[in-house]
């Protein structure tokens, strides 16, 4: 079928064209695009690189037919896009071998490459630095290299190309014209993605399947996007996958993002120093008892910090059922300043049934024991050293300290 689409063919649909296609529907309907590994076969790498992304894709043979199993690419840096043909399509194998480790790690591997002149890289003495470095991390792999032609290593040469193929659109969609040279295959591919983006002068825009529209970034720009996404004054010094999709909520796409999300926040300074934001400080979701909403709060301090406006306190209050959080800044922790903030507290969201706090002085006594009675509040002590008691609190005292130290430093 794929004759059909070459330049100065007759478009004849004949019985092998009708019987491909019933074929075709057939695998893309009822076969699994992915498998699960079967530990007594062995495995197979497809491995291939360009010049601007290595790809690889791990899979199996299943009655002479490759299925495959995992897929994998990335972009090279600038350092690395300076290598060698030699050294890149070697590249591509190490970083195949360092992605699939779990699979291939005691296991038998055949390794298809493109590229003739690996197959006998591994006996060379003589190689560069680099070259002998990654021969040595690959001698605890049990692999043999077969030559394969760049036509019969497709999957893994597309994976390689992304970056081309994002070039290749816009000058489409500009000038209406291909890069000379492209393979038949490839082409065909581009034909079929292309009819999801569109050009307004002067950017390329990307439909996705659900209908939302997202502005193509590269270069420079993407990275300033991502950098704001992830510590702008909305950011939050995210993990790399929720950083990804705080740009696509923004309406911005470009192909390596999940890549280039995972090396800001590696690089990120105040990340690495403090960790990232899990999802247990964000929003802590174990119940401490059945109780209705606003029925009970956990009331406590934060502080002494350094002095803000006056205020050198946080007084934090968290409803153990919704989780809802209220904070205050204070300039002191006192029986006044806690009974003040109860009272407005009450006034928005009700008398409560109960409030559990530490053993505090500020807590403790007369002032707050007083209103506690004129509201009908039962007021229940977490266990002396045991924090745990009020748990809730502490969990968003940490939290909130977490965001303090990314927003203060």
Not at 176 to 181: D, Q
Not at 216 to 228: F, M, N, S, T
Request: with cysteine.
């Amino acid at each position: 079928m794929t004759h059909l689409l070459e330049k100065d063919t007759l478009f004849i649909f004949s019985k092998d064209c009708i019987q491909a296609f019933q074929t075709l529907k057939k695998k893309l309907t009822e076969a699994p695009i992915l498998i699960a590994p079967n530990w007594d076969l062995p495995f197979e790498l497809m491995c291939d690189a360009s010049d601007f992304a290595i790809g690889a894709i791990l899979g199996q043979r299943h009655e002479k037919h490759f299925l495959p199993i995992h897929y994998a690419s990335k972009t090279l840096t600038d350092a690395e896009s300076n290598y060698t043909m030699t050294e890149k399509e070697m590249l591509a194998i190490v970083y195949a071998f360092e992605k699939f480790r779990s699979y291939l790690i005691m296991n038998k591997c055949i390794v298809h490459t493109d590229h003739f002149a690996l197959k006998y890289l591994f006996a060379k003495k003589d190689a560069k630095a680099r070259l002998l470095r990654w021969v040595l991390l690959l001698q605890k792999f049990d692999f043999a290299v077969i030559d394969t032609k760049g036509a019969e290593n497709l999957a893994a040469d597309h994976l390689s190309r992304l970056e081309i193929r994002m070039k290749t659109l816009c000058k489409y969609h500009t000038g209406n014209f291909l890069i000379k040279g492209m393979p038949t295959q490839l082409k065909n591919k581009f034909f079929e993605d292309v009819k999801h983006y569109f050009w307004v002068d002067p950017f390329l825009f990307k439909i996705y399947a659900d209908q939302m529209i997202r502005r193509c970034v590269h270069g420079k720009e993407a990275l300033d996007i991502l950098e704001a996404c992830h510590n702008g004054p909305t950011g939050g010094h995210h993990g790399a996958n929720l950083t990804a999709k705080k740009v696509f909520d923004a309406g911005f796409f470009w192909p390596t993002i999940y890549k280039d999300a995972h090396e800001l926040v590696k690089k990120c300074d105040s990340c690495q120093r403090q960790g990232k934001i899990l999802q247990h400080d964000e929003m802590p979701q174990n119940s401490i008892q059945i109780c209705e909403i606003f029925d009970v709060w956990g009331i406590d301090f934060m502080g002494p910090f350094s002095s803000s406006r006056g205020n050198k306190y946080i007084l934090v209050a968290v409803n153990y059922l919704s989780k809802w959080v209220e904070a205050k800044a204070v300039p002191t922790n006192d029986a006044r300043v806690v009974c003040k903030f109860l009272k407005s507290l009450f006034a928005r969201f009700g008398a409560t049934r109960a409030i559990i706090s530490d053993r505090g002085t500020h807590f403790c006594n007369d002032q707050f024991e007083k209103v506690m009675r004129k509201y009908g509040v039962t007021h229940r002590l977490s266990t002396a050293y045991h924090p745990q008691t009020s748990g809730q609190v502490e969990v968003t005292n940490r939290g909130l300290k977490r965001f303090l130290e990314r927003a203060i430093g």
